[in-house]
């Protein structure tokens, strides 16, 4: 028996027309029964048996409860079937899905999210896929003629093709979420269109073009569908095909001499067609060691991931095209965690992608220097009119001297201090062959400053956006905390900043705090971390709410002893409020007065010292946080975002919206 839950005041109404197809409707239903958490998503599932015949519908009937059963003796055809049970919805949304379709777990929460989250959207569109997991449609195109080409088609499975959400021409009416009152106001489908085909392609033309709504296609929202099974008679599909195609040309002529005229074959005019809907905008391609998932620098594998994740919404937040390439193909993404930021994810080698006429771009970002080494040349050979810019995150041949000035060993020393010399000769030639670099320290921007023939430079402070402070006041606040990951293994500077901490510092601390807790977050820690855990010293592994971390902690500490540029983690906790003790290297790079906005100490027994008077005294903690506002509050009124340095470089005025409001 197939349950579904029937909401008294649904807001999604699911409707499924079906005729003959029955076999595969059982499968439809059953995946709305696994997938959708009905106390969550209060929906109702109308079911019309669009001229099916009556015995096997009431048969099917006995092994379904809880559909609201629509019977109809005549076929009315996909537009006026689904016009019926419309008229009959209780939802404020309407949801369109084949009788051979199978969701995908989240499908309806996706298509939900994003109407709400564009209301100008009329409707939300699914990533279709064939049962084998390949791509069926991601979105479509609609020519001058008439005629329509699903985007992505064929892409194998698990491919990221087309997996960056996006407003479209087109979308298929299967797993279409339309808003009811937009569906109402056009009067639902057009009749003219019976039985089947270019009736969607009708809608989507009414709702962009009557009611000036935008059409979004959802990559997140998936559906598995067999495709034409509802007509098996290949050549009346064909002549309906022509038919309608010839109506709606005729309807919308006008409209139509708007669109580009059809180049299915070719991928020059098919991607032309794809940013033409996007507004034509500026192309950014960002090639990084990999995608960065916020989730990974709260806790997880690395603060930088949270930088690295600003770059991409402030990129996209600005109306820019932005792709990613991501460099380390031994962790090739299985899935795209900025699709809803609209970006899109280059899968094959980018030799092979910038190779192609279609993949043209009028910025590239590089981040890190190995990558710089490796793909600058191969860049400006390919994109010679593009715009290169440089992000130094940070400048590794200062923390590669560090390493070596604190390695022990002396040949191991002479190693490091080979790699320190050739890094840095890489760096300073990196500097002069850039169109631009970005700077997150005011230290780093001055040392490329120093470098003659340096491209122009920009200092951005790496704030992050969406923090706001915690309670102003240290009481119910306890603990300190040391926000870390782990991705570089015993070789990270976190392993090295926590064994001193621990080896060297808390004795001094628990000498005077012999309770005083200290919280490690981060997934995934290395054998070496997991040693130096007790009671006192707390790995919490992924942390969910790094905000409710950082607003119930007394203090953060920055025990960084090698590393270069500003370091995400002392930023981090400064936004949220949190006084910081750190070392001079954990400090550097934000130019903080010590014993004002931050405690600064190299000494194990000072750092103590200052980790004692934080939480015990209540005047010195109130007077770091009042001093930690005004920096902060300083630091936003000069604020430097990624589409500044973008327009700027490409010699336009334009600026983002975040920027210039």
Known sequence: MITLARADRPRVSIIILTQDQLEHLGSCLASLERTIDASKMPYEAILVFNGTEPSAAHTFLKSVSGVRALRLPLNLGFGGGNNFAAAKARGEYLVLLNDDAVVEPGWLEALLETATTYPRAGAVGSRILFVDGSLQEAGGIVWSDGSTRPLGRNAPAGSLAFSYRRPVDYISANGLLVRRDAFDAL??????????????TDLC?????????????EPRAVIKHIEAASTQDNAFRSFLFRR?????????ADVLATYARPEPDSPVAVTNAVFRRRGSPKRVLVIDDRLPDPGKGHGGLGSGFVRAHELFAELSGAGLAVAVYPSDR??????????????DVVEEHLEEHLARPENSYDAVVISRPHNADVFLKSVRAAL???KIIYDAEALYHKRLWIQAHLEEDPAKRKVREAEAAAMERLELGIATSVDAVVAISQEEFDWL????????????????????MGPPTPVGRADAVFVAGWLGGDDSPNVDALRWYCRHVLPHVWAALPDFRTLVSGKNPPLSVMRLADETVVLTGFVRSIRDLYNSALIAIAPIRMGAGVKNKTMEALQYGVPVVATVVGAEGMGL?????????????????RIVALATDDAVWRARREAIERRVAL????????????WKCLGSVKRSAASSG
């Open 635 to 646: 630091w936003e009124r000069k604020r430097v975002r990624w589409p500044d340095v973008i």
């Open 244 to 252: 309608n195609q010839a109506l709606l040309c005729e309807k919308w």
């Open 384 to 386: 010679p009119r593009a």
């Open 449 to 468: 400053a120093a470098i003659p023939g340096h491209a122009p430079l920009e200092l951005m402070v790496p704030l992050l956006s969406g923090i706001e």
């Open 593 to 609: 007065s010590d014993g004002v906005e931050i405690d600064i100490a190299d000494d194990p027994h000072e750092f103590a010292s």
């Open 187 to 200: 009067g639902g489908f057009d009749p003219r269109y019976f039985p089947a085909y270019y009736e969607d």
């Open 205 to 217: 033309l009414g709702l962009r073009h009557r009611l000036e709504l935008e059409l979004v296609y």
């Open 330 to 343: 031994s962790d090739v993404p299985k899935e795209n965690s900025l699709s809803a930021l609209g970006v």
